[in-house]
């Protein structure tokens, strides 16, 4: 074996080591990258020269800057966040809880519902655990809900969003695949709600079999009479659903592409939060907490005259702004590091090594699957998902286009079935310790009661309920294609 292929080996091995470092995975990326590039240089010109050095620039700045599909990106991050700092999702789960208080596990079930419509709004996994662990974990907490189930259905149901369109990851994943992003965000709808459906059906089996665990909202909590119930859908469910009907479905029509459309999501986001934050307040209304519960709440957002409100909006604007540039700032960061690191490592070769390897392996187009999934699921016990899709689609793109499935699916859909399977493998990064990120944003706010041993039992059967779901779109590719073949062609 020669140099030119020890040195793609060596600079991958290298990737492996430094990410365990605990510095920046952006500045791993990059510096392993630009290291390579430099000892490449200093051992043979040939295998990469100052000329390909001085092309990293633009090569950065035509993959990362002037692409236009990434603009979508922080449309979707600011109404993510600005949907969590308005009130709109704390009234949303008010709202929820009331409608099922006499199902069993209704409370669970809420918060199963709230994620999945935050997940159809916003692809920002950590606002929405946190928020939901603020939220609903001590009101599971205080009404005697099992600790194990409470955290594992905040876990798994705040993580929704990284497959449920309009999803940040299937934006990333479209630019690096070279596919359409709004095939994939189609494609993704059934998927996740099938997720959904399985965190639903669990909980209902498992909180009838035992009551115990869940105990029912009080029956006399909240308007009893139609008309306070249809006011109080009208005023916290409503205006969420139209958010999502006007970002999802005007991709899904073809009215507007996903940046456009991201735009909608992001200008739709700011006029709920000055609906709810100034102008309900200039009318008068009390609270949603006051509204559902009857008893009297400080809230920063409604109280004061008018201008005060208008306010403590501007300040809510402020802060979304600093939260949505700071957030940015992270994730183009890494699509720097990553677009230099790719850049460098298909120079040397390394990508068509890659093939070779995994070619001379033999394992046919199933077993190329099976295995690709097996890496992407043990490397989301370490490192998060956009450290996974940045290091693993750039490598292994080639061999996926190649795939060949027979009658199962048509090669002209492969690499969205691929995809599809990809983004419900990844949403188990979240949940797998030592480092699943959702499990450390609920256990920085969660009740002191609450041990990060419990944390970690309770999302295990919804864990098993992901893997599940994926066997599923993998058993029936129907489940992710049939969708896009209705509604696009």
């Known amino acids: ?71 979508a990106v922080p449309m979707f991050i600011l109404m993510g966040t600005m949907l969590e700092r308005s009130g709109i999702a704390r009234d949303l789960l008010n709202c929820l809880q009331v409608l099922l208080r006499r199902i069993p596990g209704g409370l669970a079930l809420a918060v199963t519902l709230m994620g999945t419509i935050l997940a159809a709004t916003t692809g920002i996994i950590g606002a929405s655990v946190v928020m939901m662990s603020l939220l609903a974990l001590p009101v599971m907490i205080e009404q005697g809900y099992d600790p194990r189930l409470s955290t594992g259905t905040i876990a798994a149901s705040g993580t929704l969003g990284i497959l449920i369109p309009p999803s940040i990851m299937l934006v990333i994943m479209a630019d690096l695949l070279g596919r359409s992003v709004g095939n994939l965000f189609v494609a993704a709808v059934f998927p996740g709600l099938l997720l959904a459906s399985l965190y639903f059906v669990y909980i209902i089996i498992r909180c009838t079999l035992n009551p115990k665990l869940a105990p029912r909202l009080d029956a006399n909590v909240g308007p009893q009479t139609l008309g306070p119930i249809l006011l109080m859908v009208l005023r916290s469910f409503i205006p969420p659903v139209l958010l999502i009907v006007a970002v999802l479905g005007s991709i899904l029509m073809g009215l507007a592409t996903p940046t456009e459309a991201a735009g909608v999501g992001a200008m739709g986001a700011i006029l709920l939060g000055l609906f709810n934050l100034v102008i309900l307040p200039a009318l008068g209304v009390e609270p949603m907490e006051m509204f559902v519960t009857g008893e009297k709440v400080q809230d920063e957002g409604v109280k004061g ?22 957030t940015n700032a992270m994730i183009f960061g890494l699509f720097v590091g990553a677009t230099l690191f790719s850049f460098v490592f298909r120079s040397l070769g390394g990508d068509a090594i890659v093939v070779e390897l995994v070619e001379s392996l033999g394992l046919g187009s199933w077993g190329l699957l099976f ?112 969708l896009p073949r209705v509604l696009l062609e």
């Open 1 to 71: 074996m020669g140099i030119e292929e020890i040195l793609p080996l060596a600079m991958f091995g290298a990737l492996g080591i430094f990410l365990f470092s605990g510095f920046p995975v952006a500045f791993v990326l990059g510096g392993v990258g630009l290291g390579f590039a430099l000892l490449a240089i200093w051992i043979d010109p040939w295998l990469f020269d100052w000329p390909q050095f001085g092309a990293i620039p633009s090569r950065i700045y035509g993959a990362v800057s002037e692409n236009l599909l990434l603009t």
């Open 305 to 326: 005259s008018f201008w005060q409100s208008l306010k403590n909006f501007w300040k809510v604007v402020s802060e979304v702004m600093e939260s949505t540039a700071l």
């Open 371 to 482: 295995m690709l999934m097996g890496i992407v699921f043990v490397l989301g016990f370490f490192f998060d998902w956009i450290e996974i899709t940045l290091i693993v689609l750039p490598v292994f793109a080639p061999i996926i286009q190649q795939l060949d499935f027979g009658d199962h699916v048509a090669k002209v859909d492969t690499v969205y079935w691929f995809a599809i399977l990809l983004a419900v493998n990844l949403q188990t990064s979240f949940l797998t310790p030592p480092f699943g990120f959702a499990l450390f944003y609920m256990k920085a706010v969660a009740p002191k009661s609450i041990k990060i041993q419990q944390i970690y039992a309770g999302i295990v059967p919804f864990v098993l309920l992901q893997l599940f779901g994926l066997g599923m779109v993998m058993a029936f590719p129907e489940i992710a294609l049939w």
